[in-house]
């Protein structure tokens, strides 16, 4: 158990020091200063109050996003279409929160992020009917249903919900008792972020809902014959799943934005991909990198203004930061495939 423990988290550590390195060597190669860049970086990100706060903010965010693919690896399966429930859930909670007029803050609130989640899990959730009942691999819905969605939250931004006196397209403004505090200055997305993460590890260390979703991604004929409904689980995983990632786009504009503009929204989705698996799906352990990466995304654009390095070094690291992580899941994967390969030419001789 122990060396279990050390090798999940050499891996993202890991993953990070070599991204770092690599980064290093291209920043020189440009003929910049990698500890100048990476001085900046820490500083912007993490020094700072104004770049706390910000990293922070990014941060709730991401634990929220990278919680949503958790969720799917956890019941195995692979959302890639986080994005699209981002901007599903956004839209919605956004609507809600300049549409709806009267309410106090404290119901306000959770009636606008909980419609974002509402419809977040909608569409998760016909992804995983898909699987379920005819079949369709996750990542072929999913992935179809990120263009889709975005089509759909274009037009009705563009028609629909459109504030017409800005030549943008964007909605109007949530309304003040729609929009989500900051205590002492600092983002309280964070720490609901944080609370859901503790909440979904509990869940599924404590919860029979938890155990079936876990023991469904580990080995689904094992489950079908322990009287597990596998079909009810893959549909719960995706339900659950995309409900986190609308609540994460609902977040994002109840504590960010004010209001809805698509391209504001732009990989969040991708990123909490990143985030999932660094984390080796584990719902706490992906905290501290939704940090890291909060800070990296704070820090993007003062990198270039005093450092002269392109803020594209930061997507870069993200790249690599990912590579790393999934290398040793690849390499896994492609010795099984190779042991199964083998081992059926033999039967077959």
């Known amino acids: 158990m122990k060396l279990k423990i050390t090798r999940d988290a050499l891996v993202p550590f890991a993953s990070v020091l070599v991204a770092l390195a690599i980064g290093a060597i291209l920043i020189a190669a440009q003929g910049h200063s990698p500890v100048q860049t990476y001085h900046v970086l820490i500083v912007r990100g993490f020094e700072s109050t104004a770049g706390l706060q910000a990293t922070l ?12 693919i958790t969720v799917g690896l956890r019941a195995g399966l692979f959302n890639i279409g986080a994005q699209g429930q981002v901007l599903s ?3 919605a909670a956004t609507y809600i929160g300049y549409r709806i007029h009267g309410l106090p803050m404290y119901i306000h609130i959770p009636v606008a992020l909980a419609f974002g989640a509402l419809c977040g899990a909608l569409v998760g959730g016909f992804a995983g009917l898909l699987k379920a009942t ?22 009705l931004t563009q028609n629909q ?5 800005q030549p943008n397209t964007r909605t ?17 997305g964070f720490v609901l972020a944080v609370l859901l993460a503790i909440f979904v590890s509990w869940v599924f260390k404590k919860t029979t809902t938890g155990f079936e979703l876990e023991t469904v991604g580990r ?32 977040l994002f504009s109840s504590e960010t934005t004010g209001y809805f503009v698509p391209t504001f929204y732009g990989g969040i989705g991708f990123d909490g991909i990143t985030i999932a698996l660094l984390g080796r799906a584990n719902p706490i352990a992906i905290i501290p990198g939704a940090i890291l990466i909060g800070g990296m995304r704070s820090a993007q654009s003062a990198i270039q203004f005093e450092a002269g390095v392109s803020p594209d070094l930061i997507n870069l690291l993200l790249a690599l930061v990912l590579f790393f992580a999934t290398a040793p899941f690849l390499a896994k994967l492609i010795r099984s495939n190779s042991k199964s390969i083998t081992t059926t030419s033999g039967w077959g001789s």
Request: proline letters at 3%; glycine letters at 12%.
């Open 89 to 91: 859930g956004a839209l």
């Open 57 to 68: 903010s990014k941060a709730g965010i991401l634990i929220m996003s990278g919680l949503a």
């Open 219 to 250: 080995n689904r004929s094992a489950a079908w014959y322990a009287g597990i409904s596998v079909k009810k689980s893959i549909v719960l995983g995706m339900l659950l799943s995309g409900a986190i990632a609308g609540l994460t786009g609902g």
């Open 161 to 165: 919900f459109r504030l017409k006196s």
């Open 172 to 188: 109007p403004d949530m309304l003040h008792s729609a929009r989500l505090p900051h205590i002492f200055g600092y983002p309280t």
């Open 134 to 155: 005819r079949g369709v691999h996750e990542v072929i819905s999913t992935i179809m249903l990120n263009s889709i969605m975005a089509a759909i939250v274009d037009y």
